[in-house]
């Protein structure tokens, strides 16, 4: 089943401490993608990839890395996490834009920053 | 600069009334605009695309270029139709989603 997996799906940690937030798809896509959630904001882009060892800023990219050493794996790191990051996170996975195509996004992590 | 607009972002009907979600893009190339709907507790999954011209759950959406809209339309709304849909954009380079719509169907 094509699927997009990211984890944990609930994390609460405090302001400071290092965290990471995997994700990975299984349909061999070379665009991957994370997005945040806030009321009222909808998705705003954090970081993209294009392919492997390809990673470019989103709209909102402060505070978080990302890393694309595999084709199916796109983790998300927040170095020093901050209350302002409290938000609920997705990862998306499709075709390369210019090929066209539908996302597929991941069920969703809910971070809260204390 | 914003590319997709959704200026609704709460919409409420009653139950079999007609429904529409407004969405403009800012694009001059050839456009490539989906739905995507997120019911509650849920990830986001495709509700339809412009190129298939297809209804969804009784969803259409006609894409204006004149105009520069998308618009997402149901005659009668049903309950399971509380949900919060997103407009969004592939401009051939980058894919852009609008800041949403919550959609409530009253009873």
């Known amino acids: 089943e094509a699927q997009v997996t990211q984890n944990p799906r609930y994390l609460i940690t405090v302001t400071g401490k290092k965290l990471t937030v995997t994700c990975s798809q299984n349909?061999?896509?070379?665009?991957m993608s994370w997005y945040r959630q806030d009321p009222g904001l909808g998705l705003r882009q954090i970081y993209y990839?294009?392919?492997?060892?390809?990673?470019d800023k989103g709209d909102v990219p402060e505070g978080y890395k990302v890393s694309r050493k595999e084709k199916r794996n796109f983790p998300l790191i927040l170095e020093s996490p901050s209350p302002n990051q409290t938000s609920l996170y997705f990862c998306?996975?499709?075709?390369?834009?210019?090929?066209?195509?539908?996302?597929?996004f991941g069920q969703g992590t809910r971070l809260t920053v204390v | 600069a914003q590319r997709v607009t959704q200026p609704e972002k709460l919409l409420s009907v009653f139950k079999g009334a007609p429904v529409e979600l407004k969405c403009n893009y800012s694009?001059?190339?050839?456009?490539?605009l989906f739905w995507y709907v997120q019911y509650s507790r849920q990830r986001l999954q495709l509700l339809l695309r412009?190129?298939s011209r297809e209804s969804i759950k009784g969803f259409t959406a006609d894409l204006n270029k004149g105009e520069t809209s998308f618009h997402l339309k149901k005659p009668f709304a049903q309950e399971e139709d509380s949900a919060m849909y997103y407009c969004?954009?592939?401009?051939?380079?980058?894919?852009?989603f609008g800041t949403g719509t919550s959609l409530t169907v009253i009873p």
């Open positions: 969004a954009l592939n401009t051939g380079n980058q894919f852009y």
């Open positions: 349909m061999n896509h070379e665009y």
């Open positions: 990839s294009m392919n492997v060892e390809v990673t």
């Open positions: 412009h190129i």
């Open positions: 998306a996975s499709s075709l390369l834009p210019s090929q066209g195509g539908k996302a597929f």
């Open positions: 694009y001059s190339g050839s456009p490539e």
